[in-house]
């Protein structure tokens, strides 16, 4: 072994790493020795007397005692590991031993374990040892079929093992309460889940050799939060008790439970005080403990533990005034300490619970007890007095049968803790429902205090006393010192935090002085939470939690459980104490526990028999701080046996190593050192002199007595590197911690503090304070995860700050601009004075902080210098990244990524910089600036970046004696004079230099929305300065200040169109406005909104400043309490174009405006159906007013007048229709019915004559009776109410000549012409081509009008998802978007198909202007003649209108389409075509027929467009004029068509011939006898009542033409082929078809035809055939049936 050995110190220092060095003890002459392997070591572990490690490539070896290989070597040295082969092929990631047993686990998450297994510590039944790795299945029971848990982590005690799985719960196998399982069966050999932490994010498992450690993330804010319960949930009583005794009130929450743990939903633990017969027991904090002794053996005894979220005890007397106890070694302590109360005593039964009995019997003898009478008055009768040695007796001698010699202090800290630990701790817990002060003045106004001794002797003597009750009476004291309150802060923070986990910093309180405790007294302010609750949100899981809390459980003799008493704990409890400190690591010894956290300090508990706590402070069952000298920073330990070991940084980066615990001498390394020997132990960490040549070493073990380094030899630098980085990183999270904790802290908790500083400024410091804290945190998670990382892999590829710097550059920004918000708002210098009356005249602790060294520094820069001093870290970042890069190639992507990373922070803190300039030039000018101005003008935010006190900036045209001050703020160029300023926002600022060739001023030209001004500089440069200066913080303000690298790669200027809000002070259109949206050259220009004060609203687009194009307004009302809503388009800032507009009266207009008039066509419609007078108008308007042909349906009268209005009355003539049937035309007047009229009644009594009001006859006239008779002569008075006749009465002869029958009167004459009609909606379709007037204007121009309004049309439809157009109509506007190529050019027959199917889709899409066009005419058809207009007297005026229509919009199709032939027209027919010239004749131009008309006409073209539209209203009109001739053509078409089909036939007169034979029913022929019916020319006859179901007269006549030749081919059928009709043949069997085909309006369907017919058709064959029909209908009615 000798040979192998090689000291470390001669190490060559040739690059290695993963190097392993193993020693044992303290002294001097120890050397470590290097274990050579072929492989680095990634991870050892030792157990009692042997040790496993882990290498790269994932091979296991071990070395040391191994008596479970029975046939193998059984020792080997720790020189020469030996390879476990059985592991060969696996591919181990880390590995764990206990005292007696190893484990390894797999990258897949599998676990194999090997060694001692009497205990069922390696999980395999059965086997006493395992000789070799086993693999170990760690099953989820609970999943069907049951699923294999993949493990994160091992740890190995001595008689068990803790999993963590990937779900982040821990698995337990083995025996002992240190299990944590719900079992009193051992050993368990299949691992099972701790129940207890289930729900909890469990971190990291340690194992000591009875009990074991988790370190567990704390629960969310939220869920911590949550009330109370305030009964338990297993036996249902309650956990919070109100004793009213003579003198005061008990509160008690020491609720015993039966059932012993009970299981809270997030799977915190509830243990009932004792589940086995308990020697101590409390019914409430001021009763004494009692104890009962028994001889029985001894057992596992669960503690009897009270549990509160609150750490800190306190008392709160009548004054308010809050006493707390201070410890002897606060700092030792810790500022939080859990309660646990009660000793666990020895059980009588083998069942570890107590029977009902017992616990009855128990409760009973304390409620007789009156002891807490006593305690109670002792406790009131103050602090300083010391009681008397048989008062203490009386307190315990019915419960302790030896008391302790109790010195004063003792006495006195035993009863002040009491009262604070009773009172505070457990009241504290329903704090939130009572105010305690108020309940204890409420019942008893003259106590002083609140009583409660919790019962204990304190007080303690080191070291262990043999032997039954003294033994209890150690852990009594040892569990009463654990129960003093160690928190001296400020209680005040404790309420602001509430329920929520502790938000307080570590270590802060405990250096607090004595004199912030008298402040207690002071009224409540809300603190700021200076740790961040959940970490930062964005470092999310990238880094590790800082919000830990240490779970203990298992054996608790030697105090290693850290609860404050010996007792043992059988299920996981969280040590309370530890919960704020942020602890990073956990590791156990034998019988001792360590917790490391992130500010690098050591808290240990447990056995100190050799001193392995690193202190010697007492009692060691709370952790405590080990004891270091000041700059050392601790980053790993190791625990063995009765030994620590501790991996820290000093003053250098090279790590060094502290050993604390048992000497082992040379030659006697097996055998304890007896205790009592001189330095067998010690008494604080020494340093182990050989760790400078060891390298640089990642990690350290330790176990049995052993001790193991790992360490890297700097590989081209690249291991001191990473070392420096992850220490400095440690290093700068102490300094923050201790500004935040010894600075920030205290000044936040000033009481003069919000006086000082006033509101605003206490906001931002109170901004400040969070960012502060943020930034700590960061580093905090920061320095954990670097050191983590140096553990581990030691690579720099996962540094968080290089794959995710921005959450770093992030928060150094936030910070960086609230250090500087404040400092601009002169806090620091507020700040001063509170400062100096809380650090003194001589600010060492400040001065040292903040690293400075002057002499005689005001205390309001040391604060400036103190809170900038963590941007300097940024620089530390770029150099050490830089120094990592230097390890690498220039070339390789390595180098590259730190490379960038180390330019990101450098660049930072170079911004950084300047704004901290920024900051410090803004606050000196307020100070030098007028008084009056700062307190208008000063704003955290603003920062001045320059100002023209020099003169350098004047006004142009400026008066003799006027003062202009310019200052060039961040966000806004403020213009000063005496007394006034004006601020111009830098967002709608435009400024551009003025050229100097002519002038030879040096002059810039500043516009904002309201002013334009010229600035003259002195000199070119100063011209430039100024010019570059404002352009740059434009730019700024416009893309978010505080973007990083500010005046580097800038544009030259901002861009001129911009987005910006601006609130109009001047302009009288738009005073106090508020613009939002697109600017152009100081002109809102483009989309935007503009809110004006009284409420009214714009959306939409702008030009220049005023609106412009597509827009929304809305204005209330003044009188009610709604809204005018205007939706459409405007023009230079007016409502012109088309548009909607809502009144608030209800009222709607939809049509057109002109300089926010209603001027054009428009609608109009006023009220609701139920409302007092709804009425609708459609028509034109002029200047607001009708004006103009117009429709006005008065709902209320049942009147609807068509014609002519001036100035909104009906002026002109007209026609007058009503619900009864009344007809009226001829002239109006003011109004009135005044002038010549017609005036028809429903049963055609006719005047004809003067009329002087509304249905008022005045004057000459003729009255016409429906029999003929009329009367002429003078008429007054109204119709229908008795009319005075002067005038002769006539009676035609019966013989007058026919002449004189023909008096019936011509309706239309005296109604307005139809081509008068709608002439406004014609005016603005060409309007819209760009036309002045009909037919002027060019036809280029048209088209790309056209072109226009359907893009911009088919865009603001894409813009507003509520105006989504579908596919098709997308299509169908993408295709009418290209102008036609067939306007222009000779008409061919195939250009005037391609210009029919253009006009077809140009009149289905409104956006085009025809569409439009076709739109409106059928809204103004339909509105005239649909409800009251359906009167038949006003057929013709409707036929005429669509005359006049198709007239007016062919104008508009040639006018688009210039070749096309006029009216009749002809289009030359394609010579090529032969078969074209057969057919001469016109029938075909109607739309379905396969070769169009050769003659052009409108009705061909445009009708198959129009008249479907309006066909309805149309229709019904020709009903009800051909209404009796239909009814009596019906009822004979109902009678002659009850004879069958051969009767029929014969009865009409068709020939025998064309008679069917037989007939196809169903595809089979029929015979056609006698009594057939509708068999007989069916299909004819099918075809024929089609004409019902088509609506352009070509359509109808093409149906009548497929009639007659299906006719034809029924008969041919029967015929020679060369057969031809006659008319005499064809008329009777045409005649049976119609009459078969039961068509009930056929008159007006003949009627129609006959109206609208095209011209050229009229003679042809087609017309003919319509004769042929028009005389079966004729026939039909005056068909005399025998």
């Known amino acids: 072994m000798e040979s192998q050995r090689k000291s470390s110190g001669e190490e060559d220092s040739s690059g290695e790493r993963g190097l392993l060095h193993t020693w044992k003890g303290y002294s001097y002459s120890v050397t470590p020795e290097r274990v050579l392997l072929s492989r680095p070591v990634l991870q050892a572990a030792l157990g009692t007397r042997h040790g496993v490690l882990l290498v790269e490539g994932g091979q296991v070896y071990s070395f040391g005692e191994f008596p479970w290989k029975q046939s193998q070597v059984s020792e080997v040295g720790p020189l020469k590991p030996v390879l476990e082969s059985a592991l060969s092929g696996q591919r181990v990631v880390a590995v764990a031993a206990g005292s007696f047993h190893s484990g390894a686990l797999t990258e897949d998450g599998g676990v194999h374990m090997w060694g001692e297994n009497s205990f069922g510590q390696c999980g395999l039944s059965s086997l006493t040892v395992v000789p070799n790795p086993t693999p170990v299945a760690v099953m989820d029971p609970d999943t069907s079929p049951p699923h294999t848990i993949r493990v994160l982590e091992l740890a190995c005690g001595e008689q068990h093992s803790l999993a963590l799985s990937a779900q982040h719960e821990v698995w337990a196998w083995g025996s002992g309460c240190q299990l944590g399982l719900v079992t009193t069966v051992f050993p368990v050999w299949k691992p099972q889940k701790v129940e207890h932490l289930v729900g909890r994010h469990v971190l990291q498992v340690a194992c000591g050799a009875f009990h074991s450690l988790a370190l567990v993330r704390c629960l969310p804010p939220q869920e911590s939060r949550r009330p109370l319960p305030d009964k338990c949930g297993q036996c249902n009583q309650l956990l919070y008790t109100m004793t009213d005794k003579e003198d005061h009130v008990i509160i008690s929450d020491s609720h015993y439970c039966p059932l012993g743990v009970e299981l809270l939903a997030e799977g915190e633990a509830r243990l009932g005080p004792g589940r086995s017969p308990p020697l101590g027991l409390q019914s409430s904090p001021s009763e004494p403990l009692s104890s009962h002794t028994s001889d029985s053996a001894p057992g596992p005894h669960p503690s009897i533990t009270e549990h509160t979220d609150y750490e800190r005890g306190r008392t709160v007397a009548q004054n308010g005034e809050v006493l707390t106890t201070t410890d002897t070694d606060i700092s030792a302590a810790g500022t939080d300490s859990d309660r646990a109360v009660g000793v666990g005593g020895a059980g009588s039964r083998n069942s570890p619970y107590p029977d009902d009995q017992a616990v009855k019997e128990y409760l009973k003898k304390l409620s007789d007890t009156s002891l807490a009478e006593e305690t109670a008055k002792m406790t009131i009768a103050g602090a300083s007095f010391q009681p008397p040695a048989d008062s203490l007796d009386l307190l315990t001698s019915d419960l302790i049968p030896r008391v302790m010699p109790v010195t004063t202090s003792s006495a006195l800290n035993s009863l002040v803790s009491s009262c604070a630990s009773a009172v505070g701790e457990r009241v504290v817990s329903t704090y939130e429902a009572l105010s305690l002060k108020k309940m204890i003045n409420y019942y008893y106004p003259g106590v002083v205090g609140v009583a409660g001794v919790p019962g204990g002797i304190p007080g303690g003597v080191p070291g262990g006393f043999p032997g039954g009750p003294a033994e209890e009476r150690v852990r009594l004291e040892e569990s009463m010192q654990g129960k003093k309150s160690c928190s001296t802060g400020d209680i005040r923070e404790e309420e602001a935090e509430g329920l929520s986990r502790r938000l307080s910093l570590p270590g802060l309180l405990s250096q607090v002085s004595p004199r912030l405790l008298r402040r207690a007294s002071r009224p409540r302010v809300r603190a700021v939470p200076l740790t961040p609750v959940g970490g930062l949100p964005e470092a999310g899981e990238l880094l590790p ?894 036929v005429n209108e669509i005359m006049s229509y198709l007239a007016r919009i062919f104008q508009l199709v040639r006018f688009l389409f210039p070749d096309l032939p006029e009216e009749g027209g002809a289009i030359p027919e394609p010579s090529s075509d032969p078969q074209d010239k057969k057919d001469s004749n016109c029938a075909d131009t109607q739309l379905e027929s396969p070769k169009p008309g050769r003659v052009v006409s409108s009705s061909a073209l445009l009708l198959p467009v129009l008249l479907p539209r309006l066909y309805p209203p149309l229709f019904t009109l020709y009903a009800l004029e051909k209404e009796r001739e239909d009814d009596v053509y019906w009822e004979c078409v109902l009678r002659l068509n009850k004879q069958p089909d051969v009767a029929l036939l014969a009865f009409l007169g068709v020939q025998h011939r064309f008679h069917s034979v037989s007939v196809p029913v169903l595809g089979e022929k029929t015979e056609v006898v006698s009594s057939t019916k509708d068999a007989c020319f069916a299909s004819a006859t099918e075809t024929l009542q089609q004409i019902s179901t088509t609506f352009t007269p070509s359509d109808k006549l093409q149906v009548i033409q497929l009639t007659f030749e299906e006719i034809t081919k029924e008969v041919m059928s029967s015929l020679e082929d060369n057969f031809l009709w006659s008319m005499d043949d064809l008329f009777p069997v045409f005649l049976y078809v119609v009459l078969r085909a039961r068509i009930r309006n056929l008159g007006s369907e003949v009627s129609l035809i006959e109206d609208l017919m095209d011209p050229c058709v009229q003679h042809g064959e087609h017309g003919i055939m319509f004769t042929t029909l028009k005389a079966c209908y004729y026939q039909i009615q005056h068909e005399k049936t025998t």
């Open 545 to 1438: 939690s800082l919000q830990t809390e240490v779970w203990s459980w298992g054996r608790g003799e030697e105090g290693q459980l850290g609860h404050g008493d010996n007792l043992p704990r059988l299920q996981p409890l969280c040590i309370k104490c530890l919960s704020s400190k942020e602890v990073v690591l956990v590791a156990a010894g034998a019988h001792h526990s360590l917790a490391l956290t992130a500010q690098s300090q050591v808290f240990s508990w447990g056995s100190n028999s050799s001193g392995q706590l690193g202190h010697m402070a007492s009692p060691t069952t709370i952790p405590r701080l080990a004891t270091l000298s000041e700059g050392i920073r601790v980053w790993d330990v190791g625990a063995g046996a009765q030994h620590t070991l501790l991996l820290a940084d000093g003053d250098c980066y090279q790590p060094i190593l502290y050993y604390s615990g048992q000497q082992v001498r040379e030659g006697a390394q097996d055998a304890p050192q007896d205790q009592t020997e001189g330095y067998s132990y010690t008494q604080q960490p020494v340093l182990l002199p050989f760790c400078m040549n060891l390298g640089y070493v990642s990690g350290v073990f330790a176990g049995g007595q052993s001790c193991v380094a790992l360490a890297d030899r700097s590989v081209m630098g690249f291991s001191a590197s990473l070392h420096e980085l992850a220490a400095a990183e440690r290093k700068f999270y102490c300094k923050l911690s201790s500004v935040k904790n010894h600075i920030l802290r205290p000044l936040l908790d000033l009481e003069s503090l919000s006086t000082a500083l006033g509101l605003a400024s206490t906001v931002l410091l109170r901004s400040l304070a969070r960012c502060y804290s943020h930034l700590c945190h960061l580093t905090g998670q920061h320095s954990a995860s670097l050191t983590a990382n140096l553990r581990r892999r030691r690579e720099f590829k996962s540094l968080v700050m290089l794959e995710h710097a921005s959450i770093f550059l992030d928060t150094y920004n936030e910070y960086c601009c609230s250090v500087g918000n404040f400092l601009v708002m002169g806090g620091f210098q507020a700040l001063a004075k509170p400062s100096l009356e809380f650090f003194g005249k001589c600010p060492e602790l400040l001065q040292r902080l903040a690293e400075s060294s002057e002499e005689n520094i005001p205390l309001s820069d040391l604060l400036v210098t103190l809170f900038y001093l963590p941007m300097r870290h940024l620089h530390e970042y770029g150099r050490l990244l830089l120094k990592l890069g230097t390890c690498f190639e220039v070339s390789s992507v390595d180098y590259q990524k730190l490379q960038d990373g180390c330019s990101k922070f450098e660049a930072l803190a170079l911004h950084l910089k300047r704004r901290r300039k920024e900051a410090e030039y803004t606050y000196h000018f307020w100070k030098s600036f007028p008084g009056k101005m700062t307190d208008s003008l000063r704003n955290p935010r603003r920062r001045l970046i320059c100002e023209s006190s020099n003169k350098a900036l004047t006004l142009q045209n400026s008066g003799r004696f006027s003062v202009n001050w310019f200052i060039l703020f961040n966000d806004a160029l403020v213009h000063a004079q005496f007394s006034t300023h004006h601020v111009f926002p830098l967002a709608t600022l435009w400024v551009e230099p003025i050229p100097e060739e002519n002038t030879g001023l040096h002059g810039l030209k500043v516009i904002s929305p309201e002013e334009t001004f010229t600035l003259l500089a002195c000199s070119s440069m100063e011209k430039a300065k100024w010019l570059r200066s404002i352009n740059q913080a434009v730019d700024q303000a416009m893309s978010g200040a505080g973007q990083s690298g500010s005046g580097a790669g800038q544009r030259a200027e901002p861009p001129i169109s911009r987005t910006a809000s601006y609130t109009f002070y001047k302009d009288s259109r738009l005073k106090e406005a508020i613009y939002e949206g697109r600017w152009l050259a100081g002109k809102p220009n483009g989309r935007g909104m503009v809110k004006w004060l009284d409420g009214r609203i714009y959306t939409g687009t702008f030009k220049n400043g005023l609106e412009d194009g597509f827009g929304d307004y809305v204005m209330p009302s003044k009188t009610l309490n709604l809204n005018d809503h205007y939706q459409g388009h405007w023009k230079e800032g007016k409502m012109h174009g088309i548009g909607t507009y809502k009144y608030a009266t209800g009222e709607l207009y939809e049509g057109s405006f002109q300089d926010n008039m209603r001027h054009g066509h428009g609608m109009l419609r006023s009220g609701t159906l139920n409302s007092s007078s709804p009425s609708v108008f459609i028509g034109q308007w002029v200047h607001d007013k009708k004006t103009g042909y117009g429709v006005f349906d008065d709902i209320t009268r049942g009147e609807k007048y068509m014609g002519m209005w001036q100035d909104d009355q009906r002026q002109g003539t007209g026609v007058i229709v009503t619900q009864f049937g009344l007809y009226y035309e001829g002239a109006f007047n003011n109004n009135k019915m005044q002038g010549t009229g017609v005036l028809l009644s429903e049963d055609n009594t006719t005047y004809e004559g003067e009329f002087s009001e509304d249905w008022t006859l005045n004057g000459k006239g003729v009255l016409t009776m429906p029999n003929g008779d009329y009367f002429e002569g003078s008429f007054t008075g109204e119709w229908g109410s008795g009319l005075k006749v002067t005038g002769s009465f006539f009676k035609p002869n019966l013989y007058d000549s026919d002449g004189d029958k023909g008096r019936a009167v011509k309706l239309g004459r005296l109604a307005v012409r139809p081509e008068e009609k709608w002439r406004v909606v014609f005016e603005e379709c060409w309007m819209r081509l760009g036309c002045e007037a009909p037919g002027q204007g060019e036809n280029q121009r048209a088209w790309e009008n056209i072109a226009v309004a359907l893009t911009t049309s088919r865009r603001r439809h894409r813009d507003s998802p509520e105006m989504n157009l579908s596919r098709t109509q997308n299509r169908t506007l993408e295709s009418l978007e290209f102008i036609p190529q067939q306007h222009v050019g000779p008409v061919t027959m195939e250009k005037y198909d391609s210009i029919r199917r253009y006009l077809i889709k140009a009149c289905d899409t409104p956006l085009h202007p025809l569409g439009w066009l076709m739109e409106t005419l059928v809204a103004v058809y339909r509105m005239t003649y649909v409800g009251v207009g359906a009167n038949r007297r006003l057929l013709l005026q409707a």
